[in-house]
């Protein structure tokens, strides 16, 4: 397992160090999420969130997502469900989107730690109104590799992913597209009450252009 995760972070170094005309700026992200348990080990999760760019001068998105979790063997196998709804604003008019996705997730835990690996599929369906997509649903597989520590005595855990794009929406032109990494730690309020601070970097890769937005959020959490 050592070896596929550094072979899987050092992908995402090589895919995030290569360079065309790129641009850079800062944007904001702010969350409301709430959890809970239905039965054993299956719970419904919902958030909303609202993202900033533009060096935090322009209002990008709302985003209201909801799925279903399913935990197995141990709890280290995850299966999940959901979809979302997403507003854009494109300056002179507003975009809806809808997303649904389905994952697997597996994690080992080793004493304080925490190594999870878990496999996206998602499809995007763009609004088509104005005719400027060429691709609608835009389907995506997500390979995100995820480390956490969480203190013995104390309410906070640390943890980073690093997470990879492939793009499967274009036949026979399949490639990463995007490498997500995000650094951040959880601090727990009280048994159902938790903050999430965090640094997340989106940088596209292998495109013309490339853009890397560097964001900085946080996430309200309520677990029920």
Known sequence: MKKNALAILALL????????AQT???GGLLGVGFEQKIVRNFHFSTKGEVRFNGNFTH???FRLIGSF?????QKRFKLTAGGSYLLYNQEDYWENRGRVFAS??????IRQFALSYRVRVQCTFYDEVHGHHKFT???YLRNRLQLEY??????????ASGEFFLRLYKKSNYFIDEVRTIVGVVYKIDAKNSLDFFFRANN???????QNIYYIGISYTFEN
Do not use: I, M
Not at 204 to 210: L, R
């Open 13 to 20: 170094l090589a895919l995030s160090s290569s360079s065309f």
């Open 24 to 26: 850079h700026e800062a």
């Open 59 to 61: 209002f990008n998105r």
């Open 69 to 73: 979790d399913y935990a197995f063997w």
């Open 104 to 109: 697997l997730g597996y994690t080992q835990k």
């Open 137 to 139: 649903p835009k389907t």
């Open 150 to 159: 969480k203190f013995v005595d104390k309410p906070v855990k640390l943890y």
């Open 204 to 210: 596209e890769v292998q495109v013309a252009n490339p």
